[in-house]
C-alpha cells in the first residue's frame, strides 16, 4: 500500500487557514457537521442532475443520501454520501493544492470576529472538520476513477493512496474524523441529533444516523441454567403438585439481558414544505410546521407562503403567532425570527438586514436559490439581492396583516398583541407609512366602545371640517376629561385618543392621512372653523383681556413663555398650551421618565414652551379682571393666579414642579372655606415673623414674598 502512498503539499493559504482552525479556539465547534453534510448534499446534487441527461451513472447506486455512523470504540465519526464522488485529481485539486477564492477573506474575518461559523460561505467548510479533528480521511470513489483514499493531520501535507484496504463505496464518499480527545460528545447519538435538526433539518436528502444501543430484552432461560438453579434448591423441601389435565401448560420461563443493537434512523423527517405548491397544502401541515420552527404551543394567527421567481428566486412562509412574547422589545433578544437558508441549509437566524425591527414578531422560513456563499456579515449589509429579499418580506407582511383585518375578531387579537409594532413600523417604516396607518385603530369621544380606524374616522368628518383630531394622554380616563375637548365637542368634531406612549413618536411622523392633516388640540395654532360674528367677538375680547394677560404674564414670569386669550376651551377658566413644534405634554412626560435622558442639550431645547390660554367668558376670569383693574398687587389675585395656574398644569397634563407650594395654597383654600382664615394667617405670621407685612407689598419684592 506504502508503495501507491503519493504525498503533496498544501498550497500556503490553505495550510494558513488549517493552522488557525487548529491552534485557535471557537466556541462555536459543531458547525463542522452542517459544513461536511452540506457538501455531502451538493455531491448528490451533481450526481442527480449528471442523471438527468444519462441515466446510467446511477447504475452504481441509485439511493440518495447521506448517512451518518458513530464508531465510539476508535474514536472515529463517519460522515458517508451517495453523491458523484471524487477522482484521485479532484481529491487533490479541491482539498489541497488550489486555495479557494475565499480563504483569505475568511481567514481574516475570522482573526477578527473569532467566529468560525461562517466557514462554509467561503467555500473552505471542509477544513472546518479540524475543529474537531486530528486527522482526517476521505475516501471516494467517482463513476470515472478507482477508489482512493486522502488523508492528512493538518500539517504541511497530505497523502492520496490507492485503496485496496475498504469495503468499495460503488460511488460516493465517506469522511472519517479521528476526533480530538475533548470533542467526543460528537459521537453521541442526542448530540449528533441536536446539531443535525438545528442546521440540516431540511436538507432535501436523507440523513440517516446509524449507531449502536442497548435495549433489555426477554429470552428464554437455557436448560442447563435451569438445571444448576434445581441444583441449587436441592436441600430445601419439595411440594410436589399435581397438576390437572385441563390446565394449562405453565408458560415459558425467560429473563431480561441486555443487548446491542444497531438502529438506523432517519433525522431529517420534516420536510421542506416551503418548496411545495401552497395549495397542496394542508392547513395542518402548517400548524404543525409552525410549531416544529418555533416550538410554540398554540397554532399560528396566520400564514403566508409564496414565491419569487425572475431575475431573482426564493421561497418562503411567514407566520403571525397568536399572542407576543413576553421579551417582545426586550433589547438584548434577537433582532427577528426569520430563519435564513440558502438552497435548503440552514444559515443563521439572526440576520438583521433581512427584515426591519418593527417585525420582529413575524416568525418564518427565506429558502434563497441566488444568494452567494460568502455570506459574511459585512457582504450581506451589502448584498443587493438581501435588500430586494427584505423587500418582498415587508410586501407580504402587509398583505398578511391585510388578511387578518378582514376577520374582526382575528384582527383584535392582532393588534392587541402587535399595535406597538405597527406604530413603530408608522414611525420608522416611511416607504410603508401610509398602508400601515390603515391599521391603526384609537378610542375616540365618537367611538367609545371599540376603537376606530383612521378611515372610519374621515368617513364620519363634517364637511366644514379640515383636520382630523387628536388627543395625546397618559391614560384613556385622562383625556377624556380633558378640557381641551370641551368646545371640540360642542362645535361636534371627533377627536382621537392616542394614550401609549409610542403614539406620541408615530404621529410625528404620520403628518396626514387621506389628504387629512393630523392636527394636535393641546397645541397652540389650532383653528377652529368660525364664523365671521364670531371672530369679530372673540376680537374683541381678546382686547379686552390684554391688561389682564399682561398682569397674569407679569405675576407668572418665567413660568409660561405668554398669556393669550383662547377659544379652544368653554367651561374651564384657563388652560396650559404647548409650542405648536415642541414636545406635547404627555411627550415631556415620557422624555423625563427615561432612565438615561439628557437632562440638557435636545430635552431643554425641545420642552414645551407653555402658553396660557384664558377663556374670555368665564366668571372665574371676569371677576380676576375686575380684580386687577381694582388693584393688580392685590395678595389674593397673585394667590389666584398661581393657583390657576397649577391647576390648568394638572389639567393639561403637566406635572408640577413644586407639588408642596401647590399643596400649601390649597389647604389655604381649605383653611378659609372653614372659616379658620385669622388663626391660619397667625400661625403662618408666627412661623415667618421676618416676612415683610403684606400692604408693603411692591412689584419688586413680589416674587419674594410668594
Not at 40 to 47: E, G, Q, R, T, V
Not at 529 to 556: G, Q, R
Not at 602 to 614: D, F, H, N, P
Request: charged share 30%.
Amino acid at each position: 500500500m506504502s508503495g501507491n502512498t503519493e504525498t503533496f503539499n498544501f498550497q500556503a493559504e490553505i495550510s494558513q487557514l488549517m493552522s488557525l482552525i487548529v491552534n485557535a479556539v471557537y466556541q462555536n465547534k459543531e458547525i463542522f457537521l452542517r459544513e461536511l453534510i452540506s457538501n455531502a448534499s451538493d455531491a448528490l446534487d451533481k450526481i442527480r442532475y449528471q442523471s438527468l441527461t444519462d441515466p446510467s451513472v446511477l447504475d452504481s447506486g441509485n439511493d440518495l443520501k447521506i448517512t451518518i455512523i458513530p464508531d465510539v470504540a476508535n474514536k472515529v465519526l463517519i460522515i458517508r454520501d451517495t453523491g458523484i464522488g471524487m477522482t484521485k485529481a479532484d481529491l487533490i485539486n479541491n482539498l489541497g493544492t488550489i486555495a479557494k477564492s475565499g480563504t483569505k477573506a475568511f481567514m481574516e474575518m475570522v482573526q477578527e470576529t473569532k467566529d468560525a461559523s461562517m466557514i462554509g460561505q467561503f467555500g473552505v467548510g471542509f477544513y472546518s472538520a479540524y475543529l474537531v479533528a486530528d486527522e482526517v480521511e476521505v475516501i471516494s470513489k467517482h463513476n470515472d476513477d478507482e477508489q482512493y483514499i486522502w488523508r492528512s493531520s493538518a500539517g504541511q501535507n497530505f497523502t492520496v493512496t490507492r485503496d485496496t484496504v475498504n469495503e468499495p463505496l460503488g460511488r460516493g464518499s465517506e469522511i472519517r474524523l479521528h476526533l480530538k480527545e475533548d470533542q467526543l460528545e460528537y459521537l453521541e447519538e442526542r448530540r449528533i441529533k441536536e446539531v443535525v435538526k438545528k442546521h440540516s433539518e431540511f436538507i432535501s436528502y436523507p440523513i440517516h444516523l446509524i449507531f449502536q444501543k442497548e435495549v433489555e430484552k426477554e429470552v428464554p432461560v437455557d436448560e442447563s441454567e435451569e438445571a444448576g438453579d434445581d441444583e441449587k434448591d436441592e436441600g430445601k423441601a419439595k411440594i410436589e403438585e399435581v397438576e390437572d389435565d385441563d390446565e394449562e401448560k405453565p408458560k415459558e420461563k425467560t429473563k431480561k439481558v441486555k443487548q446491542t443493537e444497531t438502529v438506523d434512523e432517519e433525522l431529517n423527517q420534516t420536510k421542506p414544505i416551503w418548496t411545495r405548491n401552497p395549495d397542496t397544502i394542508q392547513k395542518d401541515e402548517y400548524n404543525a410546521f409552525y410549531k416544529s420552527l418555533t416550538n410554540d404551543w398554540e397554532d399560528p394567527l396566520s400564514v403566508k407562503h409564496f414565491s419569487v421567481e425572475g431575475q431573482l428566486e426564493f421561497r418562503s412562509i411567514l407566520f403571525t403567532p397568536q399572542r407576543a412574547p413576553f421579551d417582545l422589545f426586550e433589547g438584548k433578544k434577537k433582532r427577528n425570527n426569520i430563519k435564513l437558508y440558502v438552497r435548503r441549509v440552514f444559515i443563521m437566524d439572526d440576520c438583521e438586514e433581512l427584515i426591519p425591527e418593527w417585525l420582529n414578531f413575524v416568525k418564518g422560513i427565506v429558502d434563497s436559490e441566488d444568494l452567494p456563499l460568502n455570506l459574511s456579515r459585512e457582504v450581506l449589509q451589502q448584498n443587493k439581492i438581501l435588500k430586494v429579499i427584505r423587500k418582498n418580506l415587508v410586501k407580504k407582511c402587509i398583505e398578511m396583516f391585510t388578511e387578518i383585518a378582514e376577520d374582526k375578531d382575528n384582527f383584535n387579537k392582532f393588534y392587541e398583541a402587535f399595535s406597538k409594532n405597527i406604530k413603530l413600523g408608522v414611525h420608522e417604516d416611511s416607504t410603508n407609512r401610509a398602508k400601515l396607518s390603515e391599521f391603526l385603530r384609537y378610542h375616540s369621544t365618537k367611538s367609545t366602545d371599540e376603537p376606530t380606524s383612521l378611515k372610519d374616522y374621515v368617513t364620519r368628518m363634517p364637511e366644514k371640517q379640515k383636520y382630523i383630531y387628536y388627543i395625546t394622554g397618559e391614560s384613556r380616563q385622562a383625556v377624556e376629561s380633558s378640557p381641551f375637548l370641551e368646545v371640540l365637542k360642542r362645535k361636534g368634531y371627533e377627536v382621537l385618543f392616542l394614550v401609549d406612549p409610542i403614539d406620541e413618536y408615530a404621529v410625528q411622523q404620520l403628518r396626514e392621512y387621506e389628504g387629512k392633516e393630523l392636527k394636535s388640540i393641546t397645541k397652540e395654532g389650532l383653528e377652529l372653523e368660525d364664523s365671521e360674528d364670531e371672530k369679530n367677538k372673540f376680537e374683541e375680547l381678546k382686547k379686552e383681556l390684554e391688561p389682564l394677560c399682561a398682569t397674569v404674564k407679569e405675576i407668572l414670569g418665567e413660568k409660561v413663555e405668554k398669556v393669550i386669550v383662547t377659544d379652544l376651551i368653554s367651561e374651564s377658566p384657563c388652560v396650559i398650551l404647548t409650542g405648536q413644534f415642541g414636545w406635547s405634554a404627555n411627550m415631556e412626560r415620557i422624555m423625563k421618565s427615561q432612565a438615561l435622558r439628557d437632562s440638557g442639550g435636545m430635552s431643554s431645547y425641545m420642552a414645551s414652551k407653555r402658553t396660557l390660554g384664558l377663556q374670555p367668558t368665564h366668571p372665574i376670569v371676569r371677576e380676576l379682571k375686575a380684580k386687577v383693574a381694582a388693584d393688580k398687587n392685590d395678595k389674593t389675585v397673585r394667590d389666584l393666579v398661581n393657583l390657576m395656574y397649577e391647576t390648568a398644569l394638572l389639567a393639561s397634563g403637566f406635572n408640577l414642579e413644586d407639588p408642596s407650594q401647590f399643596s400649601n395654597r390649597i389647604y389655604r383654600m381649605v383653611a378659609l372655606g372653614l372659616s379658620l382664615d385669622d388663626d391660619v394667617s397667625a400661625a403662618a405670621a408666627a412661623d415667618s415673623s421676618d416676612a415683610p407685612a403684606l400692604e408693603e407689598v411692591t412689584e419688586s419684592n413680589m416674587e419674594e414674598i410668594d
